[in-house]
Structure formats: structure tokens, C-alpha cells
């Protein structure tokens, strides 16, 4: 399996934002649902945004109209845009596909939120 790679997490002050990415091999890239999963200290993974080839979007209520998720078929890559970010985003961020390619996951990207 091929492992995707995460980037662009940081510290950043409640209130900020971060904008993270995801390199994908265009094999996984062109025919999955791409999502971006977060997994905070001690809970488990969970899915927070995901896009699909077309570009329809859903998002986790918690999420919801703070982060935008976004793909760009030319780079195969998928973006997460967060903003207004609150101490309880703070976790590490993956991209994988929706379901999640169990081979794929990769080493996450750090989000931390904090004063």
C-alpha cells in the first residue's frame, strides 16, 4: 500500500488558522472519496471533512463552518483550510480515502491549538 502524506499542521492561538495538505498517487487520488481524519490524545480517529471527485463536501458538526476541504485534480492533492481554531481541534491530522485504505494512512500532521 502506498502511505499519503500530510502537512502543513503548526501551533497556532485559538482563533487562527492553518491550512494543511496531502499529497495522493494519482491511483488513489482520481477514483476515492478523499477525506481528512483527526485523532486527538486518548479518543479514537474520527472523520472530519471529506470531498468527493466531483467536489460535494460534507463535514463533522464540529467542523462545520469553520473548515473547508478542497482537491486539486492537477497536484492530486486534497487541502483543508481550518479556521477559527479551538483548543479541542488540537490532535493529528491524516488524509486517507472515505473508507479509509487501512495500508494508507500515513504520519499525520500536528495541530496544535493553544494560547
Known amino acids: 500500500q502506498v502511505q499519503l502524506v500530510e502537512s502543513g499542521g503548526g501551533l497556532v492561538q485559538p482563533g487562527g488558522s492553518l491550512r494543511l495538505s496531502c499529497a495522493a498517487p494519482?491511483?488513489?487520488?482520481?477514483?476515492?472519496?478523499m477525506g481528512w481524519y483527526r485523532q486527538a490524545p486518548g479518543k479514537q480517529r474520527e472523520l472530519v471533512a471529506r470531498i468527493t471527485r466531483i467536489g460535494s463536501t460534507n463535514y463533522a458538526d464540529s467542523v462545520k463552518g469553520r473548515f473547508t476541504i478542497s482537491r486539486d485534480s492537477a497536484k492530486n492533492t486534497v487541502y483543508l483550510q481550518m479556521n477559527s481554531l479551538e483548543p479541542e481541534d488540537a490532535a493529528v491530522y491524516y488524509c486517507?480515502?472515505?473508507?479509509?485504505?487501512?495500508?494508507?494512512w500515513g504520519q499525520g500532521t500536528q495541530v496544535t491549538v493553544s494560547s
Open positions: 486517507n480515502t472515505v473508507p479509509p485504505l487501512p495500508g494508507s
Open positions: 494519482g491511483s488513489i487520488f482520481s477514483i476515492n472519496i
